[in-house]
């Protein structure tokens, strides 16, 4: 965080994350993301890695932004196009106004949200990601993507959503840090509790728009002790089987229902994620 000046202060001195058993000695994913987009939740660990990718790719802050971006324009469609209500956003990352609920809840204020995430830190800014309308309803579990029963029998989910009715299963910028063999059997396993009419948005990094890019990106990730895996367009369309995909399909984020009234569309070679919206039938 920062002080008035200028002054970076670091936020294990933030009341929220005081008491919250941190390892800022390790970079981490959703603090690395937090300071590509700006924000200032993160720490020396982070933007250590963080600022090596900068340095050798320039556009990665844009190209962080897309990728946020995009979660906005599929959160809106979902809830203004599809007419869903029920949120289940894994892997939610440090809160980024506007996060997922105030999208969903600025088209029905009744939307539900739950937010799932392991980062302790995330944790300690929960606050910020309940405070939706009073209409609706958000909650947040702290859970692990790679246990998905423990996940859905959590009582807060429970109390929250209704597994009866459709669901989006929001997946954004989680994928690529697990390999396939993970990553796949999850999701199909998320997705079989969910009933028709449910849908899953996801997005996934890829080589296949900015190699060169993506080799940097991907290398420092790796010296960070950060797991990673960059996926091709049809590898990323493995995670919809037996979905029905939402039209463009699977796409470069860049390309998928372009807002240009919310900003410059960067082009392809700027972006390095997929994204896709699929509905269970």
Same mark, same amino acid.
């Given at each position: 965080?920062?002080?008035?000046?200028?002054?970076?202060?670091?936020?294990?001195?933030?009341?929220?994350?005081?008491?919250?058993?941190?390892?800022?000695?390790?970079?981490?994913?959703?603090?690395?993301?937090?300071?590509?987009?700006?924000?200032?939740?993160?720490?020396?660990?982070?933007?250590?890695?963080?600022?090596?990718?900068?340095?050798?790719?320039?556009?990665?802050?844009?190209?962080?932004?897309?990728?946020?971006?995009?979660?906005?324009?599929?959160?809106?469609?979902?809830?203004?196009?599809?007419?869903?209500?029920?949120?289940?956003?894994?892997?939610?990352?440090?809160?980024?106004?506007?996060?997922?609920?105030?999208?969903?809840?600025?088209?029905?204020?009744?939307?539900?949200?739950?937010?799932?995430?392991?980062?302790?830190?995330?944790?300690?800014?929960?606050?910020?990601?309940?405070?939706?309308?009073?209409?609706?309803?958000?909650?947040?579990?702290?859970?692990?993507?790679?246990?998905?029963?423990?996940?859905?029998?959590?009582?807060?989910?429970?109390?929250?959503?209704?597994?009866?009715?459709?669901?989006?299963?929001?997946?954004?910028?989680?994928?690529?840090? !697990? #390999?396939?063999? *993970? =990553?796949?059997?999850?999701? $199909?396993?998320?997705?079989? @509790?969910?009933?028709?009419? /449910?849908?899953?948005? !996801? #997005?996934?990094? *890829? =080589?296949?728009?900015?190699? $060169?890019?993506?080799?940097? @990106?991907?290398?420092?990730? /790796?010296?960070?002790?950060?797991?990673?895996?960059?996926?091709?367009?049809?590898?990323?369309?493995?995670?919809? @089987?037996?979905?029905?995909?939402?039209?463009?399909?699977?796409?470069?984020?860049?390309?998928?229902?372009?807002?240009?009234?919310?900003?410059?569309?960067?082009?392809?070679?700027?972006?390095?994620?997929?994204?896709?919206?699929?509905?269970?039938?």
């Amino acid at each position: 965080m920062e002080r008035p000046g200028g002054e970076w202060l670091d936020p294990s001195e933030d009341e929220a994350v005081r008491a919250v058993d941190l390892r800022i000695d390790v970079a981490h994913s959703a603090r690395v993301y937090d300071y590509m987009l700006g924000g200032k939740t993160n720490f020396a660990a982070d933007r250590a890695a963080a600022d090596k990718i900068i340095a050798e790719w320039p556009g990665s802050r844009a190209s962080a932004s897309a990728a946020r971006a995009v979660m906005h324009r599929m959160v809106r469609r979902l809830a203004a196009v599809h007419g869903i209500r029920q949120f289940l956003d894994i892997g939610t990352g440090i809160p980024t106004t506007p996060n997922l609920h105030e999208v969903a809840q600025g088209i029905d204020s009744a939307s539900r949200i739950v937010y799932v995430d392991n980062d302790p830190i995330v944790l300690a800014h929960a606050r910020t990601l309940l405070a939706g309308t009073s209409q609706g309803r958000t909650a947040y579990v702290e859970g692990d993507f790679r246990e998905p029963a423990k996940l859905l029998a959590d009582p807060a989910l429970r109390q929250t959503l209704d597994l009866d009715r459709p669901v989006a299963l929001t997946l954004i910028n989680l994928v690529h840090f !697990l #390999s396939d063999e *993970t =990553a796949l059997p999850l999701v $199909a396993e998320l997705l079989g @509790a969910l009933p028709p009419g /449910s849908y899953l948005a !996801l #997005s996934a990094g *890829t =080589a296949d728009s900015a190699p $060169a890019w993506a080799a940097i @990106a991907s290398r420092r990730y /790796s010296e960070a002790g950060i797991e990673n895996h960059l996926r091709t367009r049809a590898q990323v369309e493995r995670f919809f @089987a037996g979905l029905e995909l939402d039209e463009p399909g699977v796409v470069l984020i860049n390309r998928w229902h372009p807002d240009p009234a919310a900003g410059p569309v960067p082009p392809d070679g700027e972006v390095m994620a997929y994204a896709g919206l699929g509905r269970k039938p």
